[in-house]
């Protein structure tokens, strides 16, 4: 037929459109893939930079407190020298105002930066009470006695400290989770400034107690105290230095040598004190204990210095570590973007091109189908002819027929009924997809029981054993599933001739909610490897001079069934029988019959 290359190329279509329904649910997974992914990457990427802005808070606290540690130590330095100048020297009240002048910078240079970090890091008025505390030191340190001139500056001194612990645990440095850089926040925040503050009470009480005899009240006892204090916080800081050299062995390279020899200092500023105070006269001038302990506590200061740019930089390259994680973040979003668009795009322009495919296998078919329809209705006329001269000829004239004419006489009668039933054939095929479909609700049990009479009384002579399983209801077009009907039954009868005891099963049973319907007999069967022809117009298993047949009725049931928007297949083994199945819209629940 001319109609079959476009049935191929058809079923080439619908089988390519199976194809890209894989496309689609595989999109649809990747949306959701995506939607997921960029959720995720938002949440993600939120917490760097959450993260981000934690650290950048923590180095905008370790800049504060670097300033401050400038600041202390002019503090220290001026109350140690306003004690020496006020009680021994009155010839140095210009190094005391440089000093005075440093601290005046320093404390400018806080206000600074407490202008840039000063509300994210909530620290309110407490540089200005500090700042009028320095002021109030300034005015009345030339009426204040030298006790009153040490209360003042100490508590200056501890004012500062404690802004520092403050500024520590608002930026959030002392809760580092990485345990080298909690450390290093310790010895900078904490242990240093301690240790220096303790060791500045010995310079500055030890100062005016050797320049003259000391205003200080309990000097001596003061400075046996400090002493022990100088102690324990100069073992805490020997304790935090030998696990950040563990963590850090670079930063011990460079802070051995300075470690040593701030150590160094401490214990002889130390033994210095002890003299000090074991000593019944005065051996040991008020300058020289200044000197001492600023030369200490320099060398204290020397090894903070080291120790903030590490700190510092360990905390830029956490950054950086989040930025890059973000980064990769954002890229692999991006990729996986570019990939579903990729798909998407594909997908759209494959759709463009079966669509206009489909629509001209369609126009062809249909000018096919057309054409079919016009030829095998316009051969029924002269086929009627045919067949009606035959049978003048063979009613008026066999006499005068030798018997091998009469023979070819049969011949043609017996062609031209062939030719009326293929005829009739393609005109059902061809009908099957131009008629317009009345679904209504049919009772398919009935209609078995309806065809398989009819075949019993067309050929009496045979006993064929029916089992119809009732009440199988199914929506759809009555003719045509009286058709399909007819085609699968009729089919099961012609097959089953050469049994002894024929049998054809009508049944239906549930598989995953769906309901197939099965006809089933103990016929001559097939071979399962070709059953992808059976449903092909005018593929034949069997010797037609065996079986008599157009080769269309298969072809026609899977067309009535794809219009209904099922499917059909079939499983057979030779000799042993054949199952077709197909699948329709059904109302009632099935009868579970036993397919095979």
């Known amino acids: ?147 009153e001139n040490f209360e003042a500056h100490s508590k200056l001194a501890a004012g500062l400290i404690a802004l520092k612990s403050y500024i520590v645990d608002n930026s959030g440095l002392i809760q580092e989770p990485d345990i080298d850089g909690y450390y290093m926040v310790d010895l900078v925040a904490i242990q240093l400034p301690a240790l220096t503050e303790r060791i500045g009470h010995l310079r500055a009480i030890g100062t005016h107690l050797q320049a003259n005899e000391s205003t200080i009240a309990d000097a001596r006892l003061r400075l046996a105290f400090d002493l022990e204090r100088v102690e324990e916080r100069n073992s805490r800081l020997r304790h935090n230095l030998r696990i950040i050299f563990n963590i850090h062995p670079r930063l011990e390279t460079d802070l051995s040598d300075l470690v040593g020899e701030a150590e160094q200092g401490v214990a002889q500023f130390s033994g210095l004190i002890r003299e000090i105070l074991d000593a019944e006269e005065l051996t040991i001038s008020g300058e020289m204990v200044f000197e001492r302990g600023s030369e200490t506590i320099d060398k204290l200061y020397t ?66 189908e057309a054409f079919s329809y016009s030829v095998a209705h316009d051969l029924r006329s002269p086929l009627r002819a045919i067949n009606a001269f035959s049978q003048i000829l063979n009613d008026e004239q066999a006499d005068c027929l030798t018997d091998e004419g009469k023979r070819y006489l049969g011949r043609i009668q017996v062609s031209t009924l062939q030719m009326a039933h293929l005829i009739d054939g393609l005109l059902d095929l061809s009908k099957v997809y131009r008629s317009e479909m009345v679904p209504k609700k049919v009772d398919l049990s009935a209609m078995a029981r309806n065809i398989a009479d009819a075949l019993h009384e067309s050929d009496p002579g045979r006993r064929v054993a029916f089992q119809i399983a009732p009440g199988l209801i199914a929506q759809g077009d009555r003719e045509w599933l009286q058709v399909l009907l007819q085609n699968l039954l009729e089919n099961a009868w012609k097959f089953t001739a050469p049994q002894p005891e024929p049998r054809i099963e009508f049944g239906a049973y549930s598989d995953s909610g769906e309901t197939i319907f099965y006809v089933a007999d103990n016929g001559v069967g097939f071979d399962a490897q070709f059953s992808h022809k059976l449903f092909n117009p005018f593929e034949r298993l069997h010797d037609e001079r065996e079986f008599v047949g157009t080769g269309i009725g298969l072809a026609t049931v899977r067309r009535i069934v794809e219009r209904h928007g099922g499917r059909v297949w079939a499983k057979g083994e030779p000799g042993a029988g054949a199952t077709f199945y197909f699948s329709l819209p059904t109302i009632s629940r099935p009868h579970h019959g036993l397919a095979r």
Do not use: C
């Not at 934690?54 to 180095?59: A, C, L, P």
């Not at 220290?76 to 020298?81: A, E, L, S, T, Y």
């Not at 668009?341 to 629509?359: A, C, D, N």
């Open 1 to 147: 037929m001319m109609g079959e290359p476009v049935g191929e190329r058809g079923h080439d279509s619908s089988a390519l459109l199976q194809l890209l329904h894989y496309p689609k649910n595989t999109l649809f997974v990747f949306f959701v893939f995506l939607a997921l992914l960029v959720s995720l990457g938002y949440l993600f990427i939120a917490e760097r930079n959450t993260a981000i802005d934690v650290i950048e808070k923590e180095r905008q606290g370790l800049a504060y407190i670097d300033r401050l540690r400038g600041l202390l130590k002019h503090v220290q330095k001026h109350r140690g020298m306003s004690l020496l100048v006020g009680s021994e020297d009155t010839s140095k009240p210009t190094k005391l105002a440089e000093i005075r002048s440093i601290v005046d910078q320093s404390f400018f240079a806080l206000y600074q930066i407490d202008e840039h970090f000063g509300a994210t890091l909530q620290v309110g008025d407490r540089l200005e009470r500090l700042i009028r505390q320095w002021s109030r030191i300034k005015t009345g340190e030339s009426t204040m006695t030298a006790s």
């Open 303 to 368: 090894i903070y210095d080291h120790v903030i740019p590490t700190l510092d930089a360990l905390l830029q390259t956490r950054i950086e570590e989040h930025r890059r994680a973000r980064m990769i973040m954002i890229g692999g979003i991006l990729a996986v973007m570019l990939v579903i668009l990729y798909l998407l795009t594909s997908r759209i322009r494959l759709e463009q091109q079966v669509e206009e495919r489909t629509r001209g296998l369609k126009a062809m078919n249909r000018e096919l």
